[in-house]
């Protein structure tokens, strides 16, 4: 017989769980108060005691002892009421936080769907549990539903978090388990994205794009997030993902976040060079000199873990490295655990010569230290001897000479050192051979000729000497150029801007959506002015490399700003921007959902009306709009424009249809425009009307539900 207390909490649960699928069923229409999104928060916290209480009460009934006991029969009935509190707690938790626009609604509605039934689950097994006799046929069933039911909201939660394919990962995604030789490897598929993978695209996958940023995919890394693009490969050391990984752990900003697994050095080193190299997404490892940072970077990063080396000098504390590392040099250990260090330099224009003075007291635990393309004199090479204990040093591309060596020759542990692309001439690598346990030179693209490797290997026995390659066999792209044009709307007119960092490097650009070519498209200048909406795309040649891919940008037009705009049906209370003024602010949103530019609406078209207190003529429309398809974010079905001297006596003055998405639709975030050109008409008035789809289409995960339609910005010519 139930106690009060039983038949109290029983009639809780049935409330709550009530109330939750009312909530769900009309989740659209839900406004949340800041008390109750702060509580979505706690959903991480939260999940985990339904999982462990009703997984291990759900055994008991299947597998317990036919017997029913007094013991048992108390340690189940509290395992099944606290689960199923525990339940619907985690569900409302979890209800709110999936109100948040960093998930994707698609994903989530099947996470959604079994946490209900796992709640409705567990009360209905709390409701009727002294019916459930552990062992019984009954109970076996009713138990195997409810293990089910919380494993797979668990497992489907998690893909939502860590990505598909976490659970599997330890047994490897595919492939035929050969180790990967650098000779076969793409650099960005075979070895940039794995570390993206493991280490980044938990937080920022399609399914969970923290900052609105997607690491999945080729088209999410170039597009960036809400904080910009990831990186500009004219200045790799301050990219924006550089940034990020080098600050402090425990800084907010730093990623991957705290707590979770970190870049070692050797895939920061990659990165970094990657982006050097202008973050290609097809270059070979092959393909690159033996030399090169990149290339060298990449062999290390394919090599296998070496037996680490037992090092003789005290540790350094983690707050002294830390305060040594800044947005251009990172210091960080070798190895977990290890009093070794390693140093690395990012920013040319930002290196001082006093930056190797602040390493001096760290300098016995240096064992790697990485200056390429640093702008290092012969002034500075007598600092780098301080660095008794270090193990490898890479002055690629530095402003040192032949002055530096007997220097260098101090740094007798030095086992790895690169000079390519230094002024050291080959003769003068001869007195090298003081260095006992030098083992690898990279010595490609010194001043004179021959650079003949029997020749260099002949004046240094014993070391292998790699001089590179001929630069007559092998090309490489240039990186793409940069438009600086921040803000993409102008009024009147509006100079293009575009730098390149390669001197001598020629900027061709084409303004009809065309590739530019090395021949027919005109030569960039600093003259290029817009009077008009123009797609301008600009591609980098010379001789001797390989040309850049094209860097894009879109420019907007708008002659006439309204006076004052009204709207007559409002935006969505979670995507309300900044108000009517979002209409013609001359701002052009991001692809971000939350970057609080975006108009959303719902369950009503957008109406809006603009006056002019001085009358304009006008004769073309652009309407901006988002288009997303997994999240529910549809193209409008129309656009009309209305015009007048007066807002009772206005006439349609243009209409544009669009077509409903197909399937096959692009399934990534887009910026669109809607243009409508119509007889010139002199107006005081403009009324815009945005008309909605009235459902998704059937091949939609939201099939039959409403559409949202986004709206940013208005040109009016």
């Not at 619907?88 to 938790?93: E, G, L, P, R, Y």
């Not at 010194?446 to 292998?464: A, E, F, I, R, Y």
């Not at 970057?595 to 002019?612: E, I, N, P, R, T």
Request: aromatic fraction near 8%; charge should be positive; proline fraction near 7%.
């Amino acid at each position: 017989m139930n106690k009060p207390g039983s038949k109290f909490i029983s009639h809780t649960l049935f409330f709550l769980n009530c109330l939750l699928l009312f909530l769900v069923i009309f989740e659209d229409r839900l406004e949340l108060p800041l008390l109750l999104r702060f509580s979505g928060r706690w959903h991480p916290l939260l999940l985990h005691f339904p999982v462990v209480l009703l997984t291990l009460y759900g055994l008991i009934i299947m597998w317990g002892p036919v017997r029913k006991t007094a013991e048992i029969t108390a340690f189940a009935d509290m395992l099944l009421t606290i689960g199923a509190a525990t339940a619907i707690f985690s569900a409302f938790s979890g209800f709110f936080l999936s109100l948040e626009d960093s998930y994707d609604p698609a994903s989530l509605k099947w996470h959604k769907f079994t946490g209900l039934i796992t709640s409705w689950l567990a009360f209905l097994c709390h409701a009727f549990r002294h019916r459930l006799i552990p062992g019984s046929l009954t109970a076996r069933l009713t138990g195997a539903a409810l293990f089910l039911t919380t494993a797979l909201a668990g497992h489907l939660g998690a893909v939502i978090t860590h990505g598909e394919y976490f659970l599997m990962e330890p047994a490897g995604s595919g492939g035929d388990g050969k180790l990967l030789q650098p000779e076969e490897a793409v650099v960005f598929d075979d070895l940039v994205r794995p570390v993206f993978d493991r280490k980044c695209t938990g937080c920022h996958n399609p399914e969970k794009a923290k900052g609105g940023l997607d690491m999945t995919s080729v088209q999410g890394l170039k597009k960036g997030g809400k904080n910009g693009q990831l990186w500009d490969t004219a200045h790799a050391g301050t990219s924006h993902l550089i940034r990020r990984i080098l600050l402090p752990a425990e800084a907010k900003k730093h990623m991957p976040p705290k707590g979770r697994p970190q870049l070692t050095t050797g895939e920061i080193a990659l990165l970094s060079e990657w982006i050097k190299h202008g973050a290609d997404f097809s270059v070979r490892a092959h393909a690159l000199p033996p030399g090169h940072p990149l290339g060298q970077a990449a062999r290390e990063f394919l090599q296998l873990p070496a037996q680490q080396e037992v090092y003789d000098f005290p540790e350094v504390s983690d707050r002294k490295i830390q305060a040594l590392n800044t947005d251009y040099r990172a210091v960080r250990r070798v190895a977990a655990n290890s009093p070794a260090l390693s140093v690395s330099f990012y920013s040319r224009n930002s290196f001082k010569s006093r930056d190797l003075d602040e390493l001096t007291d760290i300098g016995q635990q240096i064992v790697s230290l990485d200056l390429s393309k640093m702008p290092v004199t012969d002034q500075d090479v007598p600092k780098l001897a301080r660095f008794k204990n270090l193990r490898k040093l890479v002055l690629n591309f530095t402003d040192i000479s032949g002055r530096s060596i007997p220097h260098l020759i101090q740094l007798q542990a030095l086992r790895t050192l690169s000079l390519s692309g230094t002024g050291i001439k080959p003769a003068e690598l001869s007195q090298l051979r003081d260095l006992p346990g030098l083992q690898t030179l990279y010595a490609w693209n010194l001043p004179s000729s021959p650079q003949d490797k029997t020749v260099l290997n002949d004046l240094l026995p014993g070391v292998n000497v790699e001089t590179g390659f001929r630069g007559d066999t092998i090309r490489i792209a240039l990186n793409p150029p940069a438009i600086e044009n921040e803000n993409p709307v102008f009024t009147g007119s509006t100079r293009v801007r575009v730098r390149h960092p390669v001197p001598g490097a020629m900027l061709r650009y084409t303004l009809d959506g065309t590739i530019p070519d090395s021949t027919a498209s005109p030569l960039f200048d600093d003259k290029l002015v817009l009077t008009a909406n123009t797609l301008v795309k600009v591609r980098a040649f010379k001789p001797g490399w390989l040309p850049s891919q094209v860097s894009e940008k879109a420019f907007f037009r708008t002659t006439y700003l309204p006076d004052s705009i009204i709207l007559l049906t409002p935006a969505s209370g979670k995507y309300p921007a900044e108000g009517a003024a979002s209409l013609a602010d001359g701002i052009k949103s991001d692809l971000n959902l939350r970057s609080k530019k975006w108009l959303g609406y719902l369950d009503d078209d957008l109406v809006s009306l603009m006056h002019f207190k001085k009358s304009v003529t006008i004769q073309r429309i652009d309407v901006s709009y988002l288009l997303l398809i997994r999240s529910s974010i549809f193209p409008p079905a129309s656009v009309e424009i209305w015009g007048g001297k007066e807002p009772g006596r206005l006439k349609k003055l243009g209409r544009s249809s669009l077509p409903l998405p197909e399937k096959t639709a692009p399934d990534g975030a887009e910026n669109r425009m809607v243009h409508l050109s119509f007889a010139p008409e002199e107006i005081h008035f403009l009324k815009l009307i945005v008309r909605r789809f009235p459902k998704l289409p059937p091949w939609h995960p939201g099939a039959g539900k409403k559409p949202w339609v986004f709206v940013d910005e208005v040109f009016i010519n």
